[in-house]
Nanobody
Framework: QVHVVESGGGLVQPGGSLRLSCAAS????????MAWFRQAPGKEREFAAAISWSGANTKYADSVKGRFTISRDNAKGTVYLQMNSLKPEDTAVYYCAHTWEHTIPADSEETSPWNFWGQGTQVTVSS
């Protein structure tokens, strides 16, 4: 069992920024891919971003590309999601996800490749 814990959510005005953090209690963290998903009220959970084990490869949903940046610090066992130019439609619970694969799964936008999930952190973008 891998425990994944997100932090850093909150209330921010449109155009503002937030940085989410995700810590995983896994000795193999530095060798596995990680991802961020989000779920708005009344909607399905959707893919936001993913990063390979080394950080060399990343993938983004079209809706966040150019505004969000995923990164990782393997020494700290932490993955980050820097969110800039936030919009009201970015309001959602953001979840961090862990897979046993080293590279970003081919079907990374689906929830099935991701084995462990955090409890989520709320991000609200509103004036």
């Amino acid at each position: 069992q891998v425990h994944v814990v997100e932090s850093g959510g909150g209330l921010v005005q449109p155009g503002g920024s937030l940085r989410l953090s995700c810590a995983a209690s896994d000795g193999t963290f530095s060798s596995v891919a990680m991802a961020w998903f989000r779920q708005a009220p009344g909607k399905e959970r959707e893919f936001a971003a993913a990063i390979s084990w080394s950080g060399a490869n990343t993938k983004y949903a079209d809706s966040v590309k150019g505004r969000f940046t995923i990164s990782r610090d393997n020494a700290k066992g932490t993955v980050y999601l820097q969110m800039n130019s936030l919009k009201p439609e970015d309001t959602a619970v953001y979840y961090c996800a862990h897979t046993w694969e080293h590279t970003i799964p081919a079907d990374s936008e689906e929830t099935s490749p991701w084995n462990f999930w955090g409890q989520g952190t709320q991000v609200t973008v509103s004036s």
